[in-house]
């Protein structure tokens, strides 16, 4: 029987630093997310960042933390619930750190009587430090626990048409009435060594002005090339013409060099270029989460305007918006109809 595991990044149990400190060793501590050996990973992790960052990030979580948790969590609970009336098949929902488990998660589908699984990564673009980390954990964990059990992953949905409908929808929706003077699409960074990493031609990806757009069987797995196409499909979709929009990176953290440009540094300079009303729209994550309620919509908004901007609107994520969960169950029927996997 065919079944279907959501996933997605995962939340503190609550917004204190005794929660936040084992979550931030868990994700940090992913080899996937800080790609060093062992050794260095826990000098900085354990030794460096996690002396402070408890402290600070479990106070930006208390900012945008909803009466019923962690608004990431409870979002892809609604979700579940939602796509669970569409399809056709046992679908259950994981994290990849922190609780439902991925473990708890394929436990469930078990119990069921599934024994084939369709991976969703609930993320547009693919990264080594969000996609690949899931399904190499869920293959870890299927080999121990659930050897009986056969995987399809859902390949990144980054340019899929009915994806970019629903987006350029949601977005267009969300901006009726604000007038805004510019777009900008604001992607979560990664530091560039994962390009490069992932680069399965292991030559194409030079991180300059072309390699992006240039026809290459590396961008099955480049990050940069995804978002790229994400904002060119949306833009193109919505009529955006080409001085009304940019496309940036955010959340970066401190020592590597990340992709460019920031989207602090390009917000903080928007106001002098004469941009007094600015939408931001954050298509790497299809639930709100820190990322998007404290980084965007309270820190971005205020620096834009401690530095002469005036009205700011950061655009929800998709959410459990009704047509993005008509096309999760399309995409869950379509392959659960499938006589072959569609990988
Ligand atoms: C080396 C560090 C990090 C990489 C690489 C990274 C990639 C990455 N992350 C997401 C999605 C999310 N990240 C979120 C929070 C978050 N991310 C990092 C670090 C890296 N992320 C940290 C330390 C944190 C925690 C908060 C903080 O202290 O700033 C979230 C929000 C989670 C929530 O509970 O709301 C999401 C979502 C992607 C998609 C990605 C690679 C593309
Ligand atoms: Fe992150
Ligand atoms: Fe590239």
Redesign the pocket.
Known sequence: MKGVLLV?????KSPTAKD?KP??DE??MDKY??DVPFLLRALLVRGI?LRK?PE??AH??AK?WWEDG????VISKRVHEKVKKEVEVPVSLAMRYGQPSIEAGLQELADKGVTEVMLFPL?P?Y?M??TLTILVLAEEIRKKKFPHMTFTDVPAFYNKPDYIKVLANSIKKSLIGFDYDHLLFS?????ER?IRKTDVTKSHCKIDGTCCVTESAAHAFC?RHQCYETTRLVVEELGIPKDKYSQTFQ?R?AG?KWLEPYTDVEINKMPAKGIKKLAVVTP??V?D???T?E?IAMRAKEDFQANGGGDFHAVPCLNDDAEWINVLANWINEWAHAEIPVA
């Open positions: 997605n990044l995962g939340s503190p936040v979550y931030l994700f940090l997310v800080i960042i960052r600070e990030s930006a979580y945008i962690s608004p990431l969590i993320y673009q990264a430090a969000s992607y979560h960074g990664i530091p994962h990050y959340s953290l590597d790497a994550f639930s989460c820190l990322e309620l980084e």
